[in-house]
């Protein structure tokens, strides 16, 4: 069982960065792909970054390649997503999630389906 609660949400104007943490109970984060994802008023989940658990590999949804960047300690227990030139398109709730894979080559997966546990989330709010 992995239990994820994110922070570093909030109001930001459009060209500002934020830093989002999420923090993951259990001794099993360090075998979870980690995801973070976001959700926009009446649409879809979407993927917004990924990392495997060795954080050698991350993956990108195209809006996010060269303004967002996602990382992990696992000492710490927490992934964080650096978004950096955050623009009004960019307001959601994000929220990590963690698929758990204690395979050495794990896959990381872009589908909401794919993970075992969320977060409650954090709104990002970018204004014009």
């Known amino acids: 069982q992995v239990q994820l609660v994110e922070s570093g949400g909030g109001l930001v104007q459009a060209g500002g960065s934020l830093r989002l943490s999420c923090v993951a109970s259990g001794r099993t984060f360090i075998r979870c792909v980690m995801g973070w994802f976001r959700q926009a008023p009446g649409q879809e989940r979407e993927f917004v970054a990924a990392i495997n658990w060795r954080g050698g590999s991350s993956y990108y949804a195209e809006s996010a390649k060269g303004r967002f960047t996602i990382s992990r300690d696992n000492a710490k227990n927490t992934v964080y997503l650096q978004m950096n030139s955050l623009n009004p398109e960019d307001t959601a709730v994000y929220s990590c999630?963690?698929?758990?894979?204690?395979?050495?080559?794990?896959?990381?997966?872009?589908?909401?389906?794919?993970?075992?546990?969320w977060g409650q989330g954090t709104q990002v709010t970018v204004s014009s």
């Open positions: 999630a963690a698929d758990y894979q204690p395979y050495l080559n794990p896959i990381v997966a872009r589908t909401p389906g794919e993970y075992d546990y």
